[in-house]
């Protein structure tokens, strides 16, 4: 299934590094997410896009930064991570209803970070 | 109460067995809910909406519960390949509005022969 695609796969960072976590969907979906998944803990919401404008910031620090340049693409930018930061990130993409109930999410397979 | 809490498991089962789990949300005004399956180290995948009237897709079958705020799935003739991790999800209430979706812990299911 490649309806929604996530590259790196792995990644391996330094604390000083400055990567960045890219997310495609090919479903036309006009909303995208960025969750954080760490052992242990249930999916963690941090960002969520609809129509390419940011509509929520779960209070995720500074150093994870998002970016939509179109509703197809979502990007994660890292700067400066701690060890803690070390998770497994996933996107998911839905399509958003004004008033309506939520709906389905379709996940990438997501990016397996480690900050050493 | 959190917001979704499902059963802690892990569920050790023999392949044939019937397995039910449990799930309860906080918010009352909640309308989506959900089940999703994840194996070890892959996404999320859908495995079924839940619906008011309760809905079955072959060997499984989810209800709803809405005065308990209650979810369930029940999985019948258990098979090796329903070990994964089952995600019990819920919409969130945002100032009276459908808002994103809540996952809670998940519970492990292991089917051993």
């Known amino acids: 299934e490649t309806g929604v695609t996530q590259t790196p796969r792995h990644l391996v960072m330094g604390m000083t590094n400055k990567k960045s976590l890219k997310c495609e969907q090919h479903?036309?979906?006009?909303?995208m997410y960025w969750y954080k998944q760490s052992a242990k803990k249930p999916l963690e919401l941090m960002f969520v896009?609809?129509?390419?404008?940011?509509?929520e910031n779960n209070s995720v620090p500074s150093r994870f930064s998002p970016e939509c340049p179109n509703s197809s693409h979502l990007f994660l930018h890292l700067h400066t991570l701690q060890p803690e930061d070390s998770a497994l990130y996933l996107c998911a993409s839905s399509q958003w209803q004004a008033g309506g109930p939520t709906d389905t999410q379709y996940f990438g397979p997501g990016t397996r970070l480690t900050v050493l | 109460r959190k917001e979704v809490e499902q059963d802690p498991g892990p569920f050790n089962v023999p392949e044939g067995a019937t397995v039910a789990f449990n799930c309860t949300y906080s918010?009352?005004?909640?309308?989506?809910f959900f089940w999703y399956r994840q194996d070890c180290r892959k996404e999320p995948k859908l495995l079924m909406s839940?619906?008011?009237s309760g809905n079955e897709d072959g060997r499984f079958t989810a209800q709803l519960n809405r005065a308990s705020q209650y979810i369930s799935l029940l999985i019948r003739d258990s098979k090796l390949s329903d070990s994964a991790t089952y995600l019990c999800v819920v919409n969130k209430i945002v100032g009276g509005s459908q808002g994103n979706l809540i996952f809670g812990k998940g519970t492990k299911l292991s089917v051993k022969p």
């Open positions: 479903l036309g979906h006009n909303a």
């Open positions: 839940v619906y008011s």
């Open positions: 896009y609809n129509f390419k404008e940011q509509t």
């Open positions: 918010n009352s005004a909640s309308q989506s």
